[in-house]
């Protein structure tokens, strides 16, 4: 019989945990599967020989219910990208040595596209050395650009998240009786999905954010002005705007480059962060109304203490498929969410070659955009099912209970 | 039988609506007062007639309870300063007409330390004229800086958010092996109270925040690379810090003056942003470690999705005392908050003269302060019970409900 690694990569998530739990609680109640390692902080668990025994984590059903609702990646993460497998084969053989010392006969790695990336490379040179292994990817990623699935876990809760802030943030900054912009900057490098998810806020009460503008389309100085403008015309004074970090201007630059530090991280992306002071110091130059701009930061991807029950049990789905998945047999598959009907919401999961994932970027169709600056409702539809329910907190001294390692 | 009017003034907090609630409540249940009637953005509305009858908008228990949990000033708020009184009273006059007019005898006012300004002034101006009128301030503050009150209504909601923000980032930044330092940028201009509460993140699992710097001590960069670098020497590599938006050097600069705008606000004060910011450079370019800066904005004060239940009965209350007040015929007063017991936690609600409050500043005591890097049990003692309980909210798609005007 043969033991899995489960390992956990990329920016965390509220529900990560969720699938590392679905993953290993299965796993550990598999014929199949013998011993069930955590690798600590991802891939580089496997290479330093890293691992936790998942049996003494998820001892009873109090430490699975605290695992699925604590953020952050309990195992650790990191951001190691696998060289190319024709360049340099080192690293893999480093890998399977430890694969083969552990008697490793399933991998389960859970990450967005970076982390998809890796799971390709390992099952091919799996496939090309004749290594008998189940490597299998579990979707995470707040940003919902992965190909193949619906929607990722950890969307719904971030999109819960973002939507809650800014029906809050529209309340607030409705207050006074003045000329003002807020804007709020939301995660996604190239999709909007995440900005898309503000217009939830909105209902027949609440008509913030007034204004959304995603990466997908082609942000403008002066048509920015005018959207203002147009909405004090019927007589909104203060103007709410949910905007992603990753807006650009036609030309393909990034709306805050100028504030940017020009840093990139290991996988080479550009660091974003500042859109929100770029725009919050052109409303008060050019409009000269009262302007402040407001990043939504981590929170967006760690705020467990406000998630959707629909993504935490989906999560955790999506991990005890892996198993089924890999228990069959598959390998170089990624586990994916298909939506079966939205009235009543439904869905199932399958798996897909990874191959047609990794390294893909799922973002907006041009149709769910509407006038540069709002989103359609078939967006509503889409993202309205996966924000419902209320997960139950374990509190201790009033504040959220969490598993730490 | 006199009429009454209600305002709310200055930045709102999550739970501002709540002492609405028990004035306006308290108020239509009186048998001393007639008419009660909502300012719309303050003192303006009283300027401009501008009022709305309460009757109207808390209807049934069910449209209390809605009120009590909706963040941001349903009234409207303003951040207008009445001249001194010595120096033009021109302003007054327009006031106690309007007051005359609508045969006001109750005035009360929900605020911070600018709005018992104008609870000051006007009750001043009404003795000196004689008016017949009881004028009473309800404490409003996140920032917990009102002379005389244990606590002010406001701040145990804002600080269960900072603390379970910090808990959530803390593990958020946690998971990679790396060294990293992640700051945490606090509300908090000259009193700490909102940056200290950060501490309740901390338990016998979460270290996080380790650092803790307030702006009633000295801030020193060098203190703080070796504070920074003594964690390391301790094993502790991602280092997550959490600092008031308003510490200062020990010549009185503001750390954050230099990436700040210079703005001031109708009250003269400065427009503080940028701290963590700040100091994320700093980090990053002497230390040379990943560093981030994190603002936590006006979540702080809107974050109406998770506050303290003790908070929002304890706001509920304190407006219904108010009325009781001014049913006894006081006037220039502010409400307080009198703590009788810790352990079980207890408090009284009493009134205090407002000339003792007005534009007062509590800050934290030095002795609270500990290495000028963290806080004293005196302090977890102080702030814990304040987070207790959490309120039942209405959800409607997987969002909460609240009160829109």
Known sequence: MKNCIIGQSGGPTAVINASL??????????????????????????????????????????????????????????????????????????????????????????????????????????????????????????????????????????????????????????????????????????????TASSVLARDEHYKAPHLIYLPEGEFEDEKFFRDIKALNDKGIKNVVVAVSEGIKYKDGTYVCESASSGLTDTFGHKCLSGTAKVLEDMVRTKLGYKARGIELNVGQRCGAHFTSLTDIEESFAVGQAAVSEAENGGTGKMMI???????????????????????????????????????????????????????KLRYKNGLPVYLKR
Chains 1, 2 share one sequence.
């Not at 490597?135 to 992965?146: E, F, H, M, R, S």
Request: proline content about 3%.
């Open 21 to 194: 739990c679905g993953v290993a609680a299965k796993a550990l109640n598999s014929e199949k599967i013998g011993k069930v390692y955590g690798a600590i902080n991802g891939i580089q668990g496997v290479f330093n020989e890293n691992f936790i025994d998942m049996s003494t984590i998820l001892k009873d059903d109090e430490a699975i219910e605290l695992m699925k609702t604590t953020p952050a990646s309990y195992l650790g993460s990191c951001r190691y990208k696998l060289p190319k497998l024709d360049a340099d084969r080192k690293a893999y053989e480093q890998i399977f040595e430890v694969f083969n010392k552990y008697n490793i006969g399933y991998f389960f790695y859970i990450g967005g596209n970076d982390s998809m990336d890796t799971v390709d490379k390992l099952s091919r040179y799996a496939a090309e050395t004749g290594y008998d292994i189940s490597i299998i990817g579990v979707p995470k990623t707040i940003d919902n650009d992965l190909m193949e699935t619906d929607h990722t876990p950890g969307f719904g809760s971030a999109a819960k998240y973002i939507a809650t802030s800014l029906r809050e943030i529209g309340l607030d900054s409705d207050v006074y009786d003045l000329y003002s912009v807020t804007i709020i900057e939301i995660m996604g490098r190239n999709a909007g999905w995440l």
């Open 337 to 391: 969410y298909v939506r079966e009907s939205n009235n009543p919401y439904k869905i199932s999961i399958e798996s897909r070659d990874i191959k047609n994932i990794a390294n893909g970027e799922k973002i907006i169709p041009q149709s769910w955009i509407v006038n540069g600056n709002d989103v359609s409702s078939e967006m509503i539809e889409y993202i309205s099912p996966l924000v419902e329910g209320q997960p």
